[in-house]
């Protein structure tokens, strides 16, 4: 599993946040208007304590209470209560409005992503860990937004007002206040230093969960079949385990440095107020209303830090699981460029393979000096053992790897000028274990037109008899097929993938012979529905069971990625080389 960069450095999540603040750009409005909410609703409960003061000092200590000022007391308290009420919704709301917004970028962004990435990606990171980034570590973004942003904007207008307020009550008090800062601001930096790292590794960890899942699902009849319940469960139990170990560090971390230090600070404080005013009352009067409301201030001066200190770890979390989305996107290991020649264009199929020398880690060759041609129309047939080249050869053709040496060509054009488009439409591939899709037959032939009638659906499912099983089903083309077509036989899943093919008409044809056992009446069926495809298009078929390309114009036999024998299957065989040698074992098996 390729593990991330656990441990954010000061200046790593400092990028972080500015990049995920960009996503808020395009709703500056929205932000505005949610800032200026937090600024009227704190100002709000600010204004408070003030009044309150006011009524103790001026009416309630004294005892007189002229009934029109004690009106329009309440009338004022109760637009302050009705202000701030009003204007709390609407922050929360704004700034969670925001949130959404802003993940449901993010998320279109990361999957166009993924649509973009390499095989090469996708061959070192399991599927797992990249369904953690797209759902857990957005939504862990969301948590920042709605619980953090709007808590530290809060934070910051509330220590600054209520400060102002202290201030002007009691300048000696405020500037005490002011003294316990630097502790606190201590105490945040270490818990910042320690839960960043257990955070970091706890969502490493719930991604490994993902994979670990996903595979099991994956390969749950290997699993059955080969009593590997066991074992996944232990392997599954001991990341689970981990997981748990991590975040009760970060509850202990929780527990011992953020509430409990900052109260402690808190009731210090308390202390050392009361203990003032108690002296200065020896000397002059200090009045109740003035005591209440530096108490409600100091109270609104911490509890924001405390607040700000416990969202810390979700701020934490959302900077760790932000890094990990972007660094999906920053990926480098993208499916090859086109270098676009608009011009180039697929006309007769004429393809030709020029010392093509391939590797997939950049050292080990798994091709070497491939050269061949097919002509329009012609069969070339890839055989050869387990692990000798066939499928790297396909892999290029369709520009799933890049490569560097050699070229391959389509009527005259590189394929690496081709027009994606131009690739994808003319070519036609059929993979061993063709990919359903979840929707309905007629959907999964559609594929690559979603505009295409359905009675051309209908003629491609004739073109290659799948019309046949087709009508037997309940629904017929809209049979309902869930991801993977599982509810098929092998065979079945195959005539689909032709039709499918089919559909777009294709002048080059790619085939991954099924080597999975099929019943011999669906096995004909194939047999006759891939000479019929085969028929006026060049194709470049992998054939696993020799019996099946006889007829092939030419054989390329491979062997540790070298072409090693090439002709008809006469030619081959009166050459008694590897091919004979294969044709033979294969003859006497059957
Ligand atoms: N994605 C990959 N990353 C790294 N190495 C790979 C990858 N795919 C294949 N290889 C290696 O390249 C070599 C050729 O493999 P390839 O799949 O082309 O053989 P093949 O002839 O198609 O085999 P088979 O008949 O079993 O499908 C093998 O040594 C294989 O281990």
Known sequence: MENDNLNLTFNDQKDVLFRLMKYTLPFKGVLTLGFLMLAVS???????????????????????????????LIIIFTIVQLLGAVTTYMNIYLFQYLAFKVIQQLRIDAFEKIGRLGMRYFDKVPGGSVVSRITNDTEAIVDMFIGVLATFLMAIFMVISSFVMMFILDVKLALFALLFMPVIAVILAVYRKYSANFFSHARQLLSEMNAKLAESIEGMKIIQVFNQERRLQAEFNTINETHYKYNMKNVKLDGLLLRPAISMIYVLAIA????????LSFESTVTAGVVFAFLQYMERFFEPINQVSQNLNIFQQALVSASRVFTLMDDERLEPVQDKDEEAEITEGHIEFKDV???YDGEVDVLKNITFTARPGETVALVGHTGSGKSSIINLFMRFYEFNQGDITIDGHSIKEMPKSELKHKVGLVLQDPFIFYGTIASNIRLYHPDMTFEEVKAAGEFVYADKFIDNLPGGYQHRVIEKGGAFSSGQRQLIAFARTMAIDPKILILDEATANIDSETEEQIQHSLEKMRRGRTTLAIAHRLSTIQDADQILVLNRGEIVERGTHDTLICKRGIYHKMYQLQNGQQ
Not at 53 to 68: A, K, N, R, S
Not at 272 to 279: A, K
Request: charged fraction near 10%; aromatic fraction near 22%.
């Open 357 to 359: 020398t391939f590797s």
């Open 272 to 279: 050392v107020i009361l203990g003032y005013f108690g002296f």
């Open 42 to 72: 704190t100002a709000a409960g600010v204004a408070t304590p003030y009044l309150v003061m006011i009524f103790i000092d001026d009416y309630l200590t004294p005892g007189v209470f002229p009934e029109q000022d004690i009106m329009w």
